[in-house]
T-cell receptor
């Protein structure tokens, strides 16, 4: 699976949008972009995924560039509960094993 | 519906003892994964089940680690002769698996809360 690069950390003010970037310049045509987050002492939580089109759900929006070499996760109105480590993962489903390979992620701190 | 559950939530054991960690996947999910997260380390893959078979055990760190799955549902991760370096949070995830197959489909994994293992 392609490798991803994320900043180590970022912060944003409560109520503002949090834009979390991810670079995946070696992504292949059959690889999806997944985002998970891990709030302290909890298991990872699935947020959203996409292939090439922008996606939106009740938690977030995912913007993928046209060349698919980078993406941005957008939390439209960050709350204190959104403070977590966010993982951007690029992965192809092989039909045999679709294990997730986690990097270090980006630590988002939402301040009051 | 019910998510992935794991038990116990915390386990403290003495070096050299055996431990068993349990995972109950989401009902209907045929794929099950075990991961480990050590202090200061990222999440690392241990083993993957499709049904009761484990086609990928490549992440198991030593032969002291084993896992089984019965009835295509519950899975148990066993660590024999525990060592202090085994201390970590052990996470289980499940997904629909190959049963959900199709062109361009994705198979989202959902994680349990983890079992925190401390080896003294």
């Amino acid at each position: 699976d392609a490798k991803t690069t994320q900043p180590t950390s970022m912060d944003c003010a409560e109520g503002r949008a949090a834009n979390l970037p991810c670079n995946h310049s070696t992504i292949s045509g059959n690889e999806y972009v997944y985002w998970y987050r891990q709030i302290h002492s909890q298991g990872p939580q699935y947020i959203i995924h996409g292939l090439k089109n922008n996606e939106t759900n009740e938690m977030a929006s995912l913007i993928i560039t046209e060349d698919r070499k980078s993406s941005t996760l957008i939390l439209p109105h960050a709350t204190l509960r959104d403070t977590a480590v966010y993982y951007c993962i690029v992965r192809a489903f092989t039909g045999a094993n679709s294990k997730l390979t986690f990097g270090k992620g980006i630590t988002l701190s939402v301040r009051p | 519906g019910a998510g992935v559950s794991q038990s116990p939530s915390n386990k403290v054991t003495e070096k050299g003892k055996d431990v068993e960690l349990r995972c109950d996947p989401i009902s209907g999910h045929t794929a099950l994964y075990w991961y480990r997260q050590s202090l200061g380390q990222g999440l690392e893959f241990l083993i993957y089940f499709q049904g009761n078979s484990a086609p990928d055990k490549s992440g198991l760190p030593s032969d002291r680690f084993s896992a089984e799955r019965t009835g295509g549902s519950v899975s148990t991760l066993t660590i024999q002769r525990t060592q202090q370096e085994d201390s970590a949070v052990y996470l289980c995830a499940s997904s629909l698996g190959l049963a959900s197959g199709g062109v361009g489909f994705t198979d989202t994994q959902y994680f349990g809360p983890g079992t925190r293992l401390t080896v003294l």
